[in-house]
Nanobody, 122 residues
Framework: QVHPVESGGGSVQAGGSLRLSCAAS?????MGWFRQAPGKEREGVAG???????RYAESVKGRFTISRDNAKVTLYLQMNSLNPEDTAMYYC???????????????????WGQGTQVTVSS
């Protein structure tokens, strides 16, 4: 079983930046970041496949950058130009599925971390 562990969350003012990290282990092919705000459904933020091809939700495109270090089995999310709408619990997810595309659908992923809170103040 793979249990990703997120870190790097915190509180920041609007316009600020944060960098999230996700430490994973085991057989991982695709990885992604998701977020969930109170009263909202979990939504995809960004994903990356085994080759480094990335995908982003339209709401974060141009502001967030997802990357991975395959040797460390670590996922990153650089978040710039944060706004209050980005406030949420951010989750890292992984999957060993050879058919995965590194998309932003929750249905692609098998293993989930416990989340790290990101709070953006206006």
């Amino acid at each position: 079983q793979v249990h990703p562990v997120e870190s790097g969350g915190g509180s920041v003012q609007a316009g600020g930046s944060l960098r999230l990290s996700c430490a994973a282990s085991g057989y991982t092919l695709c990885m992604g970041w998701f977020r969930q705000a109170p009263g909202k459904e979990r939504e995809g933020v960004a994903g990356i496949d085994r080759h480094g091809v990335t995908r982003y939700a339209e709401s974060v495109k141009g502001r967030f950058t997802i990357s991975r270090d395959n040797a460390k089995v670590t996922l990153y999310l650089q978040m710039n130009s944060l706004n209050p709408e980005d406030t949420a619990m951010y989750y890292c997810a992984t999957t060993p599925n050879t058919a995965c595309s590194g998309g932003v659908s929750v249905y692609e992923y098998t293993y989930w971390g416990q989340g790290t809170q990101v709070t953006v103040s206006s």
